[in-house]
């Protein structure tokens, strides 16, 4: 029997919520596929951590997880602590030392969800983002000087070198290549940033001519959150930069109905060090605590883990027992317009993979 040791990192506000819920479901999973075993090891770092010992993650928590087969991972943000903190404390600390330079981010319309756009459906919503996820804007460089005096000055530098341009869209490439439409769109903002996003056009012309049976288009990313609106059905893999993705992703979260979700995968495709995965949603402030929250976006992110773990069968499983809930539409969250608990849903999805209620 296969064994994976899997990092469940719960982190902050939500987080700990819908990973307690994706650690019971692939439980279940476990036992009725019965072709796997999990051993699953839970981390308190977060914010909680950091009131105690003034870091998120400790000095050597990277060794500590270094030789997991995938990290499941929460959010990290808190009220009390300043959202830099949170974010180059412990995720950013994992997905770039940890070299997770590919951010995968489907956004698909699930059965019975009705997103905000009129008469579009799942036909019709079926994108994978991929973010650039080890520099670009989030790349950290900068600085701040004559702090507080009216001079003051600061910066933040997007960093973008060809061997990042060149290996993400190779990778968004293969990714377009695997799908049926084989359609990838380049977003850039090359008409206004006159230098990192111009080479990552010029590497493009490069990259596509490997890549026949693709085809390609450029947007601007301006005129991108137009087409994710108004043509989505045009829109097949998408490859975009650190920031620019980011900010995509949430629209099309939001376009396929709901922030809560949304997953995604930090991959190091090399596998040179694990890979992270993750619901896109963050801490949520407004509802941490009262167990309403959305554990889809978690279960989601725990299906790619399952196809990047390489056990197909049990990801399927998975997302057929969420597109079950969706598609019944009787036990949903609140954000999707329902009134159950995260347990009632997490509940509900478990007799699915069970067949119960199938
Ligand atoms: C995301 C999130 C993070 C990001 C936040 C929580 C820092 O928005 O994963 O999309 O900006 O990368
Ligand atoms: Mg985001």
Known sequence: M???TIAAIPGDGIGTEVINAGVEVLKVLEKHDGGFKLHV?????????????????????????????????????????PDHITLWGLRLNICQPFDQYANVRPARLLPGIEGPLKGVTAYDLDWVIIRENSEGEYAGTGGRVHRDLPEEVGMDVAVFTRVGVERIQRFAMDIASSRPRKHLTLVTKSNAQRHGMVMWDDVFERVKADYPDVTTDKMLVDAMTTRMVLDPKSIDTVVATNLHADVLSDLAAALTGSLGIAPTANLNPERTFPSMFEPIHGSGFDIMGQGISNPIGSLWSAVMMLEHLGEPR?????????????????????????????KEVTEAICKAICGENT
Not at 51 to 71: L, W, Y
């Open 41 to 81: 090891k839970k981390y308190d770092w977060g914010s909680d951590y950091y009131r105690k010992h003034g870091i998120m993650m400790p000095e050597d928590g990277r060794d500590q997880i270094k030789d997991v087969d995938a990290i499941y991972f929460g959010s990290a943000g808190d009220p009390e602590v």
């Open 314 to 342: 049990a990801a399927r499983k998975l997302m057929v027992a969420i597109e079950h809930v969706t598609a019944a539409g009787d036990v949903l969250s609140k954000d999707l317009g329902g009134n159950a608990t995260t």
């Open 2 to 4: 296969k064994e994976y």
